[in-house]
């Protein structure tokens, strides 16, 4: 197993720097029990398209993030206190429908993720690979973090805008924010939702994704494929 190969790695942790650790798993043989450079990469790539197809596709679908206690998008700081004021006079059905349009919202942009995921995947080299395979339960989504998310940004950014009136949310938080900032006694707010939501949905697509890869490292009925099974046997 992968772990004897790296006893002396853990063994001496303590005492090496990184740059020596990295080193060290640098210099892997090109064969590890029986596995080329080239199947362990494809199979780290098969765990994330996995995760992509897997959890990503669901949270495109109809109260994917909503119903999703994971991920689902609840109000931001600033307009909790709208929630509340809004429940506090009879309002609460505005308010869950105000919630629910935000959630619509991040559902409908999310389908712009898939492409730039798959990029990110046929990009990833053997040295990324590795790393990510003797990394820790989240690598792998860690290293797609670092390689979409401000495309991701910018891309969720406008779509969500347009999301917003495409589900009708624009005009339900109008609704909610001027009702709101008519009740007396009562601060008027204006808040930024679009940046707002395009964040959470990130975070949420995120989440998923590293759910999926927390379930292939450590349950092995998750890894469906041989060489699934054969890669990640490598860190059992």
Do not use: H
Not at 48 to 77: A, C, H
Not at 112 to 131: G, H, Q, R, S, W
Not at 175 to 196: E, S, W
């Amino acid at each position: 197993m992968i772990k004897r190969i790296f006893l002396s790695c853990v063994v001496c942790f303590t005492l090496t720097s990184c740059a020596e650790l990295q080193t060290i798993a640098e210099n892997l043989p090109q064969q590890t029990y029986g596995l080329s450079q080239t199947e362990i990469a494809n199979g780290l790539k098969q765990a994330l398209d996995k995760g992509i197809d897997d959890q990503v596709t669901k949270l495109t679908q109809t109260d994917g993030f909503y119903k999703n206690e994971l991920v689902k998008i609840l109000l931001p700081e600033e307009l909790q206190k709208v929630e509340k004021g809004l429940r506090d006079v009879g309002l609460g059905s505005l308010a869950d429908e105000g919630i629910k349009a935000l959630n619509r919202a991040a559902e409908d942009a999310t389908k712009e993720a898939t492409p730039i995921f798959v990029n990110a995947v046929k990009e990833m080299t053997f040295t990324d690979a590795k790393n990510i395979l003797l990394g820790d339960d989240r690598s792998a989504t860690t290293y797609l973090e670092q390689k979409t998310s401000q495309e991701l940004y910018n891309k969720f950014n406008p779509v969500i805008q347009n999301s917003f009136s495409k589900v009708g949310a624009d005009q339900i938080w109008s609704n909610i924010i001027t009702k709101y900032n008519n009740i007396p006694f009562t601060q008027d707010v204006n808040p930024d939702l679009t940046d707002y939501v395009t964040q959470q949905a990130l975070d949420g697509v995120y989440t998923m994704i590293a759910v999926e890869e927390k379930d292939i490292r450590n349950n092995i009925a998750s890894r469906t494929t041989d060489l699934l099974k054969r890669v990640f046997a490598l860190q059992d």
